[in-house]
C-alpha cells in the first residue's frame, strides 16, 4: 500500500492509500475517489484534462514521457511541477507526495 494527499481547494490534506499491484495509474485512483477528472482520451496522454500538480514530492516521481510533455505544452498554464495524472503509475514512489488538481 500507498498513501499519498491531495491538496483540496479549502486548503486541507485528503490522504488516499491505494494498493501498489494493480497496476493503475493515478488518474484511474483519483477518478475512484471521486475527484472530477473527465480523462476525455482514457489516460493515453492525449487531452490533459487530468492535469495536476505535484507539491511535494515531485523528484520521486518517474520523468515526464515526450507525449506528457508534448501535451502539457498545449495547456494555457503550466507550472514546473505540472504533471499528467494518468503518466504516474501507482508505486512506492507516490509514498507521502502531496499534488493539487489543476482541471479546474
Given at each position: 500500500m500507498v498513501k499519498f494527499h491531495v491538496k483540496e481547494e479549502d486548503g486541507t490534506l485528503r490522504e488516499i492509500e491505494v494498493p501498489t499491484d494493480m497496476n493503475l495509474?493515478?488518474?484511474?485512483?483519483?477518478?475512484?475517489?471521486?475527484y472530477d477528472i473527465e480523462a476525455a482520451c482514457g489516460g493515453m496522454a492525449l487531452?490533459?484534462?487530468?492535469?495536476?500538480e505535484?507539491?511535494?514530492?515531485a523528484e520521486k516521481l518517474n520523468g515526464k514521457t515526450d507525449a506528457e510533455l508534448d501535451m502539457l505544452d498545449t495547456l494555457p498554464v503550466v507550472l514546473e511541477n505540472s504533471r499528467l495524472a494518468c503518466q504516474i503509475k501507482i508505486s512506492?514512489?507516490?509514498q507521502d507526495v502531496v499534488l493539487r488538481l489543476n482541471n479546474r
Open positions: 495509474n493515478l488518474m484511474e485512483v483519483l477518478k475512484a475517489s471521486d487531452c490533459a484534462t487530468c492535469h495536476i505535484v507539491l511535494e514530492g512506492e514512489s507516490l
